[in-house]
C-alpha cells in the first residue's frame, strides 16, 4: 500500500459505461505527489473519460476518486482542487488575455493584489507578458494555449490535468511548448496528469507513463521501463520497442 501522505491523486476500483458500453472496468492508479504522470493510448481508449473522472466531469458507475488525501468523489469540479487544460483553447473571446487568465479568480473573491501578482506570475513563466492586452483572437494557436495553460496555473492548485493540449499546434510549436511544460514542472513541482496518443510526448515529458487499452491500463511504469520492458505485444507495437 503506497503511503498516503505521498499519494497526490488515487482511483480506486473505477468503472464508468455509456449506456451498455464500459469504457473504464475497474480501474486502479496512484499518482505520486509531485509526479508528471501520462496517461497514453489510442484515440478511443478511454483517456479522457479517465481525466474527466478525476475533474468531476463524469458520471461513475462504481469506485472512488481520492485528491490530497480527500475522497472526492462526489465533489463539484472547483471544489477538487484541481485546474484543467483542454485541446480547444476554451477562452473568453471577448476578453483580454489578462482579463482572461484573472476572471476566475475574480470570481473566488481573491483580493485584487493577490490576482495581480498570481498573473503576472503565470505571465512571466509563460512567457506572455507581451500579450496580456490582446483577444484571443490576436494570438496565435501556440499563444491561446500558453493563455489556457496560465489560466489554470493562476489557480495555485495542487494538481493539473491536460488533455492532449498541444494536439492542434504545429510539430515545431508543440516541441517548443512541450519543452516549457517540462520546465514548468520542473519549476513548480505541482502533480501533472496528461493525457495524449503521441509517443514521443510521453517519452520526454513522463516521470511514469500509463498505457491504456479498451480502458484498462496495460502497462505502468517509466519511459525506460516500459520501452524495455513492454508487458505485452501491444504495449510493444504502441511505443514502439525493438522488439
Ligand atoms: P480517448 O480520450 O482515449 O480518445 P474517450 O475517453 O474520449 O477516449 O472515449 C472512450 C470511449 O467512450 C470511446 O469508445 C468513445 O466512443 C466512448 N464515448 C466517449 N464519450 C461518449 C459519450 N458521450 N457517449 C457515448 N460514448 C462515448
Ligand atoms: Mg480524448
New binding site residues.
Given amino acids: 500500500m503506497d503511503n498516503v501522505n505521498t499519494v497526490s491523486v488515487a482511483v480506486n476500483d473505477l468503472t464508468i459505461q ?2 451498455s ?1 464500459k ?2 472496468d475497474g480501474l486502479n492508479l496512484s499518482i505520486q505527489r509531485g509526479e508528471f504522470l501520462v ?1 497514453l ?12 473522472s478525476i475533474a468531476g466531469l463524469m458520471d461513475i458507475m462504481d469506485g472512488e476518486i481520492w485528491i490530497s488525501g480527500r475522497n472526492v468523489t462526489w465533489a463539484q469540479p472547483k471544489d477538487r482542487g484541481i485546474a484543467m487544460v483542454f485541446q480547444s483553447y476554451a477562452l473568453y473571446p471577448h476578453m483580454t488575455v489578462s482579463e482572461n487568465l484573472s476572471f476566475g479568480l475574480r470570481v473566488s473573491g481573491l483580493p485584487k493584489g493577490e490576482i495581480k501578482e498570481r498573473v503576472a506570475e503565470a505571465a512571466r513563466l509563460l512567457q506572455i507578458e507581451s500579450l496580456m492586452n490582446r483577444k484571443p483572437s490576436e494570438l496565435s494557436g501556440g499563444q491561446r494555449q500558453r493563455v489556457a495553460i496560465g489560466r489554470a496555473l493562476v489557480r495555485k492548485v495542487d494538481v493539473f490535468l491536460f ?2 493540449p498541444l494536439s492542434n499546434l504545429d510539430a515545431k510549436l508543440r516541441n517548443e511548448l512541450r519543452v516549457e511544460l517540462k520546465k514548468l514542472h520542473l519549476a513548480l513541482g505541482n502533480t501533472m496528469i496528461y ?1 495524449t ?1 503521441d509517443q514521443v510526448e510521453a517519452m520526454t515529458l513522463a516521470d511514469r507513463i500509463a498505457v ?1 487499452k479498451g ?1 484498462i491500463i496495460q502497462q505502468l511504469g517509466s519511459p525506460e521501463e516500459i520501452y524495455q520492458y513492454p508487458s505485452n505485444q501491444f504495449v510493444a507495437g504502441f511505443i514502439g520497442s525493438p522488439i
Fill in positions: 455509456y449506456n458500453l469504457v473504464i496517461l493510448g489510442p484515440s478511443g481508449c478511454g483517456k479522457s473519460t479517465l481525466l474527466n488533455d492532449e493525457v496518443h491504456m480502458g
